[in-house]
């Protein structure tokens, strides 16, 4: 029977059924989305949408001529984003068989994985618009590159003027009127960074060996992706305002187990039937919505971007 649907067979988990010597999975720690943390999180969703107020219009003030003189008036505007809750999910079906003889609980092994793959689903759909749904914003990649606000590494002088120079891709975003309080790269980009130096030979990157906290650039928190989330033949680092990205949680992570359902291909053909098949599947659903924000700023009015992407020089990427 030819499927598109994946499931957890005997194969797929020989290694977790004993002859038994060890008791350990060696596995790379699951790591959930990188984006996220550093973006700001709005209350949950209580409802399907949520929208946001975004300033379009700033006020102005005056200075009058004289002790009779007029005052003039001024105006304030604000449109307004809308936060849609979108579904992000996966079914994962495994022989009752397969289950009674791992000496593992698969499925506690399993949810910190899926949890991960729902984070660099999250991460890519916001940095490069990877499969994102249609009522999420424009990309941070594709916005910085509307507004011309990219830097390809090798413009300047050094590394280190690409990234926090006068030319470089923070000044781009200060220039836009926002501050840069945070990066997101790609993890072998650090190299890059490591020997950074003031003109006092001081460190300008400081290099966290303290689990779950972020290494910092300049002052600024820096965050690494090891997940393949990066397209390093587009970009290789993005720096911006973090809180101008936001998020609304409408349903967080759930499980349940189906024991009794049918799974079909996308055709619509049967793949499992799993009281049939004596087949038990686990299925993982959350919803959570995304916005960018990009107010009117008093530097540069609306034709900035709260981001900037530092790109690969051309015809190079870190990974070739």
Same mark, same amino acid.
């Given at each position: 029977?030819?499927?598109?649907?994946?499931?957890?067979?005997?194969?797929?988990?020989?290694?977790?059924?004993?002859?038994?010597?060890?008791?350990?999975?060696?596995?790379?720690? *699951?790591?959930?989305? @990188?984006? #996220? %943390?550093?973006?700001?999180? $709005? /209350?949950?969703? *209580?409802?399907?949408? @949520?929208? #946001? %107020?975004?300033?379009?219009? $700033? /006020?102005?003030?005056?200075?009058?001529?004289?002790?009779?003189?007029?005052?003039?008036?001024?105006?304030?505007?604000?449109?307004k984003l809308t936060l849609t809750a979108e579904e992000l999910a996966v079914i994962v079906p495994i022989p009752e068989a397969v289950l009674d003889d791992s000496s593992f609980d698969i499925w506690e092994e399993i949810k910190p994985q899926i949890v991960e793959a729902m984070g660099i689903a999250i991460d890519k759909a916001i940095l490069f618009g990877t499969n994102k749904p249609a009522s999420w914003p424009t990309s941070i990649y594709d916005g910085a590159s509307a507004k011309s606000q990219i830097i390809t590494l090798?413009?300047?002088?050094?590394?280190?003027?690409?990234?926090?120079?006068?030319?470089?891709?923070?000044?781009?975003?200060?220039?836009?009127?926002?501050?840069?309080?945070?990066?997101?790269?790609?993890?072998?980009?650090?190299?890059?960074?490591?020997?950074?130096?003031?003109?006092?030979?001081?460190?300008?990157?400081?290099?966290?060996?303290?689990?779950?906290?972020?290494?910092?650039?300049?002052?600024?928190?820096?965050?690494?992706?090891?997940?393949?989330?990066?397209?390093?033949?587009?970009?290789?680092?993005?720096?911006?305002?973090?809180?101008?990205?936001?998020?609304?949680?409408?349903?967080?992570?759930?499980?349940?187990l189906l024991t009794e359902a049918i799974i079909q291909n996308t055709d619509g053909t049967i793949a499992y039937n799993l009281a049939q098949q004596d087949m038990v599947a686990l299925r993982v659903v959350m919803r959570l919505g995304v916005q960018i924000a990009n107010p009117v700023t008093r530097k540069n009015g609306k034709n900035g971007y709260p981001f900037a992407i530092l790109a690969p020089a051309e015809n190079d990427d870190l990974e070739s």
């Open positions: 029977m030819t499927t598109d649907v994946n499931s957890i067979d005997r194969t797929g988990a020989d290694a977790l059924i004993p002859l038994e010597i060890s008791k350990d999975i060696i596995k790379e720690t *699951p790591q959930a989305s @990188k984006l #996220l %943390p550093l973006m700001r999180r $709005l /209350p949950n969703m *209580p409802s399907k949408q @949520k929208t #946001l %107020p975004v300033q379009n219009a $700033l /006020p102005d003030a005056y200075f009058l001529s004289g002790d009779t003189a007029q005052k003039k008036t001024t105006k304030a505007e604000w449109d090798g413009t300047n002088s050094d590394v280190a003027a690409d990234i926090i120079g006068v030319d470089g891709m923070m000044s781009l975003v200060e220039k836009s009127g926002f501050v840069v309080n945070g990066f997101y790269a790609d993890a072998t980009f650090e190299a890059y960074l490591r020997d950074l130096r003031d003109k006092n030979n001081n460190l300008l990157y400081n290099s966290s060996l303290i689990t779950n906290t972020a290494s910092s650039l300049v002052g600024r928190p820096i965050v690494y992706d090891n997940n393949g989330v990066f397209d390093t033949t587009k970009a290789l680092m993005v720096c911006g305002d973090f809180s101008k990205a936001v998020y609304s949680i409408r349903q967080d992570v759930t499980y349940k």
